[in-house]
């Protein structure tokens, strides 16, 4: 059989009944899986341009995901295809080349890392003067014992290639390499924010504490799921599953690095310190730990404070004895992006009451100051990220998003102004609140007819209601107004809407009541990540998602987690405080908490 993505042509031969979505994994097409190939969000499409397998026969449960006109064009679920004959299969390129990632964010800091350098010139050995090259470094540094075992390799030849004048890296109190003349003005660091669906990563000057440049991709693990549970799945029903997570985002990590040190004509040795980010789970499968007893009751990780590696450990094309640090978790489903949010708001410094929401993937919101702290987390992020919507995707170039509905129609923008070819979270928040105050939907969520529509809204929305899967839709974007399909909002993405902003709204509500505060103490929103920053905020509390009595209270603050990840390379006190943040925050768990069934079941109408 033959598989092309974009200029990649390769032909295979695999046994009777092989699955195509095993397949295309295992020789590397990428390709979104919201789900894992469990058949369940119908986004790893492909065209079967060749073979009886494409003439519009598909399994039942690939209906509710394929139109006609797909299904007529030879469109298939991959998870659901077995190959039986020889086929052509047509596999769209992947979303990491053209995906808009946030990659800036807040925060200020005085320079003072971690990694200290001091360039000594060193008396040479002498008959009368045995010492050890170890003994001789060390004494001179003032530094017994401090010499890391994989500087010692190299040492000798270091030492006397140049005259014994020498450069000592510290990483505080331990030397971790030993560089040959005056290298000294010459360190660097990065800063890395592993996010369930993208992954950004920052180069940090630590002579000058300049960020020199900056690295952004899609988490290559999300081939294997959406979000954290379906990989946590994966790592339990595959022998080498976890092995294979850690792997896929170390590599895209190390394509990072190779990067940075092409473009900035630097040695990957003189990378001496990186500063990790992430939510609980992401964080161990970097770290190559076990997560299946954070996916169930009680959610326990294996560790939740800040630790550290050496990159040599994991493979991390650096300097060897150099430093990864992951930054503290406060709980199994608050982790360390949810650490360097606060740390880059700056609400752990401050009196005034601060309320932080960051909604990706999962949904993680904070509210304290520098007394006290209290965080929770809900699955919500999915449904504004595209999963769980029919025709939801990520922020990439021709995702809709932004939504304009009037007496004349509606009107979209597109990122990258491209075809539309899907809706992202941004525009989904926008349709959603402008179909409640069109009087296309009402506050229960219903999406009404066409014909009880036909009285009260103009023919140029009348025509955009019909009906779908039995149930009525509204017409976003059409083939004939230059979109790539049609695009709908229906019944069941309303519906994982107000799921996904019920349990936000339930997460706020509860934090407050917890604290004992009213929305008139809370003196500052920080709304953190991508979807925060583009989001609509007066859209967003018409539909309930942020409380509409702090609708003029909120700040976007772009990518907080990042932000936050910097902060921690450049100085050894916001590396503390980090800690310190941790130490004074409190976790509530929202599932085994008494009210928060009531509260959900009270925010879900609009």
């Known amino acids: 059989m033959e598989i ?60 509710g995901h394929l139109s006609f006109v797909e299904r007529k064009e030879g469109i298939r679920l991959a998870c659901r295809v077995q190959i039986n004959e020889d086929l052509a299969v047509e596999v769209p390129e992947g979303i990491q080349r053209d995906a808009a990632i946030l ?41 017994p014992g401090r010499l890391r075992p994989a500087a010692l390799r190299g040492l000798p030849e270091t030492l006397r290639a140049h005259d014994f004048k020498v450069t000592a890296v510290f990483f505080d109190q331990d030397i971790i390499a030993v560089e040959g003349g005056d290298t000294s003005e010459t360190k660097y660091g990065v800063a890395v924010d592993i996010g369930t669906t993208t992954m950004v990563g920052f180069l940090i000057d630590l002579t000058t504490g300049q960020q020199l440049d900056v690295y952004s991709a899609i988490n290559p693990q999300r081939q294997y799921g959406a979000d954290v549970i379906t990989r946590t799945d994966f790592t339990l029903e595959n022998e080498d599953g976890l092995a294979l997570l850690s792997k896929l985002v170390r590599d895209e990590i190390n394509n990072m690095l190779r990067a940075f040190c092409q473009k900035w004509a630097i040695r990957s040795d003189m990378i001496y310190h990186m500063t990790v980010v992430g939510n609980t789970i992401m964080m161990h499968l970097f770290a190559g730990l076990p997560v299946r007893n954070i996916a169930v009751s009680p959610f326990i990780p294996v560790i939740a404070r800040s630790f550290e590696l050496e990159p040599w450990q994991v493979g991390i094309d650096m300097c060897p004895s150099g430093r990864i640090t992951i930054l503290p978790m406060v709980a199994g489903y608050v982790g360390a992006d949810t650490i360097a949010d606060i740390l ?47 025709y939801g995707m990520g922020g990439v ?12 129609g509606i009107e979209y923008d597109t990122i990258g102004g491209q075809p539309a070819r899907g809706i992202c979270g941004s525009g989904i928040v926008d349709v959603v609140a402008q179909m ?46 230059g979109a790539l399909d049609d695009i709908y909002i229906c019944q069941k993405d309303v519906r994982e809407v107000q799921l996904a902003k019920a349990a936000i709204a339930s997460g706020i509500h509860i934090l407050m009541k917890e604290m004992g505060v009213r929305h008139e103490d809370i003196q500052k929103v920080y709304l953190a990540g991508g979807f925060g920053n583009y989001i609509d905020y007066d859209h967003a509390a018409d539909i309930g998602l942020i409380p509409s009595q702090l609708r003029s209270k909120v700040i976007a603050i772009g990518n907080a987690a990042g932000a936050g990840a910097k902060m921690a390379l450049l100085s050894k006190e916001y590396m503390e405080m980090a800690e310190c943040i941790r130490n004074k925050t409190r976790y509530v768990e929202l599932s085994s908490h008494p009210d928060f069934q009531n509260v959900f079941v009270d925010f879900l109408p609009f």
């Open 4 to 63: 092309r993505q974009g200029s990649r042509i390769e032909k295979y031969s695999v046994p009777a009944g092989y699955s195509l979505f095993r397949l295309l994994k295992e020789k590397g097409f990428y390709m979104d899986s919201l789900c894992g190939g469990k058949g369940f969000c119908g986004k790893c499409k492909v065209r079967i341009v060749q073979g009886d397998i494409s003439k519009g026969r598909c399994s039942p449960d690939e209906a």
């Open 103 to 143: 990659v800036e964010g807040k925060g200020d800091v005085v320079l003072n890392p971690r990694v200290v350098k001091r360039y000594v010139e060193l008396s040479k050995p002498l008959l009368d003067d045995q010492a050890s090259d170890v003994d001789r470094i060390e004494e001179v540094l003032g530094a």
């Open 344 to 390: 880059a708001s700056g609400m752990a410094e401050r009196d005034e009451l601060a309320l932080l929401i960051d909604i990706g993937t999962n949904g993680e919101i904070a509210l304290g100051n520098r007394k006290e702290i209290i965080t929770c987390s809900t699955a919500a992020g999915p449904a504004f990220e595209g999963a769980h919507i029919r």
């Open 436 to 481: 409640i105050k069109a009087g296309i939907m009402d506050t229960t969520g219903r999406i009404k007819s066409a014909q009880e529509v036909k009285a009260d809204l103009p023919d140029a929305l009348v025509s955009r209601v019909i009906e779908l899967d039995g149930k009525p839709a509204l017409l976003i974007a059409s083939r004939e107004e």
């Open 397 to 408: 170039k021709g995702a809709i998003s932004r939504v304009r509905i009037s007496k004349h």
